[in-house]
């Protein structure tokens, strides 16, 4: 009988507790990193989008706005929340139209800049051009000797301008606020006395 000698079992290695608990630390903060890159991304994206939303909107309200009072003949100014406008038509037909904010907060049009035919108490339909208005005003100009000063009243009112803000905000997101103020729109159409 031949005695040979066995040749001793590979010896199984493993990881040591020191290695688990460094290499689950390390991946915990790459892990970390990367979400926070993904939230940070999701959120500049959100902030992104709710600056388009907010530049589409008031660049549709004051287009809609300017286009009907270059062609108006005459105003009514109820606030500086709200103007009637007597607008002329291409077969010198008029009608009148209302720009309006609405300052409730409740309704559907609250905290929006909206357009509505006919006078300010009219009852149809409102059209809401700009939502989440935190800030708004009309002002008026009167245009004398070239000289722009504000104007006091209906009948020496010969240009408008419009200042708002309006502010989205996300869950997880900081407000998001856009501010504007359109260029003087003057009123064609209207003859002004002083």
Not at 66 to 71: F, G, H, P, T, Y
Not at 96 to 120: H, I, M, P, Q
Not at 140 to 168: C, F, H, M, P, W
């Amino acid at each position: 009988m031949s005695l040979t000698k066995k040749s001793p079992a590979p010896r199984r290695r493993a990881f040591t507790l020191v290695e688990v608990m460094v290499s689950a630390g390390l991946s915990g903060f790459i892990l970390a990193g990367v979400l926070s890159a993904f939230l940070m991304l999701g959120r500049s994206g959100y902030n992104a989008a709710s600056y388009c939303i907010m530049e589409a909107e008031a660049r549709r309200a004051l287009e809609t706005f300017s286009e009907e009072a270059r062609l108006a003949s005459n105003l009514t100014w109820t606030s500086a929340n709200s103007v009637t406008l007597t607008v002329v038509t291409s077969t010198a037909a008029t009608y009148l139209v209302t720009y309006a904010y609405d300052t409730s907060a409740n309704g559907d049009t609250s905290k929006c800049f909206y357009r509505v035919l006919g006078a300010a108490a009219s009852t149809a339909p409102r059209r809401i051009l700009v939502r989440n208005v935190t800030d708004f005003s009309f002002r008026r100009y009167k245009v004398v000797n070239g000289v722009d000063y504000t104007a006091a009243n209906d009948l020496e009112t010969k240009q408008l301008q419009i200042t708002l803000r309006s502010v989205r905000t996300g869950v997880t997101t900081v407000a998001t606020t856009n501010a504007v103020l359109s260029a003087r729109v003057v009123l064609r159409n209207k003859v002004v006395s002083t």
